[in-house]
């Protein structure tokens, strides 16, 4: 009796996946936004965010905007492509593409890296990434900003 129960159970596997009554591992894998959640968190660690990112816009004296496609957040990254003194990288995110109020902003720099700033949720919204700088004399303070993506 109980290799029929073996052979039964074996039978049914193949027909509950076709069936759909099971989650597929391509679905489960796919992650939706993670919302208001990553905001202020470290991009290397938190869902894994970092991984897939890519570059968007172009960069402003050395500032990268990063963007993650799985986690749909943002942070500025430093390549430290300017040859100048860095006050503070801000992460920036809107409501509007131009115009409009401030949702969030940080200045906090990623644990695992301090080159890389703390993501914000970039879902449905538009952010930017800033960099406050001075010239090698200290003396002239500029600060410029990626576009928003």
């Not at 959640?37 to 470290?42: A, E, I, N, R, S």
């Not at 991984?51 to 050395?62: C, F, H, R, W």
Request: overall charge neutral.
């Amino acid at each position: 009796m109980r290799i029929w129960q073996s052979l039964l159970a074996l039978a049914l596997v193949p027909a509950i996946c076709v069936l759909g009554l099971t989650t597929p591992a391509a679905a489960s894998a796919t992650a939706a936004p993670c919302g208001p959640v990553c905001d202020g968190q470290d991009p290397n660690t938190f869902h894994n965010c970092a991984s897939g990112a890519i570059n968007v816009l172009n960069p402003v004296a050395g500032l990268q905007l990063r963007y993650s496609p799985a986690c749909q957040t943002t942070w500025g990254k430093f390549s430290g492509d300017c040859s100048c003194q860095v006050d503070y990288f801000e992460i920036q995110s809107y409501y509007n593409k131009t115009g409009g109020a401030l949702r969030a902003s940080s200045r906090d720099r990623a644990p695992t890296n301090s080159s890389a700033t703390v993501m914000l949720d970039d879902y449905h919204l538009y952010n930017q990434v800033c960099i406050s700088y001075s010239n090698d004399d200290g003396a002239t303070h500029q600060v410029r900003c990626t576009g928003r993506y």
